[in-house]
């Protein structure tokens, strides 16, 4: 069973940084990362493969957001700049059902574990 959980998340001023952590339990695993904000709907944030020959950003955080992995920690980071407002919300890291390949896909039907989520608050 893959578990998957998210840390780093927090209060950050407009125009600021933080670093959200994704660790799996079992290595080997494309990683995506969703975030939902109250009563919208859970939308792509980035996606890098397994052997991380591929990366995937949503339009809304390309030149912001960088994603990158570190799978002697088993960890995935998702590093994020110039925060707005409109990037509050709830952030989850998914895995799909079958490790490896080059696939980092942004649907999130593609997906089968899921972390409970971090919630990062961008805010004056």
């Known amino acids: 069973q893959v578990q998957l959980v998210e840390s780093g998340g927090g209060l950050v001023h407009p125009g600021g940084s933080m670093r959200l952590s994704c660790t799996c339990n079992l290595g080997a695993y494309a990683i995506a990362w969703f975030r939902q904000a109250p009563g919208k709907e859970r939308e792509a944030v980035t996606g890098?493969?397994?052997?991380?020959?591929?990366?995937s950003y949503a339009d809304s955080v390309k030149g912001r957001f960088t994603v990158s992995r570190d799978d002697a920690k088993d960890t995935v980071y998702l590093q994020l700049n110039a925060l707005k407002p409109a990037d509050t919300a709830t952030y989850f890291c998914?895995?799909?059902?079958?490790?490896?390949?080059?696939?980092?896909?942004?649907?999130?039907?593609?997906?089968?574990?899921w972390g409970r989520g971090t919630q990062v608050t961008v805010s004056s």
């Open positions: 890098i493969s397994a052997s991380e020959s591929r990366i």
């Open positions: 998914a895995a799909p059902m079958i490790s490896g390949g080059s696939r980092c896909s942004l649907s999130k039907y593609e997906y089968e574990y």
